[in-house]
């Protein structure tokens, strides 16, 4: 409905997620949704923690993991 049927023509993106094991397997099922359901590949990017804080800051991302916990 966006103007990329099947994915097609849909711009390269890159997610970029701490390398830890919960955000690798969170990372992993992302990059499978979005082939499963909109034909749309991403490239997947560990980086170490202090580097992802470090990147997502400096706005140095396509698409990130970020999140919350209660203080």
Known sequence: EAGYPN???FPKLTYNYPSLEMDSDTAQVFKEQLK???NIDI???AQEL???YTERRAGNFDLCRMNWTAD
């Open 50 to 52: 202090q580097v992802n």
């Open 43 to 45: 490239e997947l990017n």
């Open 7 to 9: 994915g097609e023509g």
């Open 36 to 38: 499963k359901n909109l």
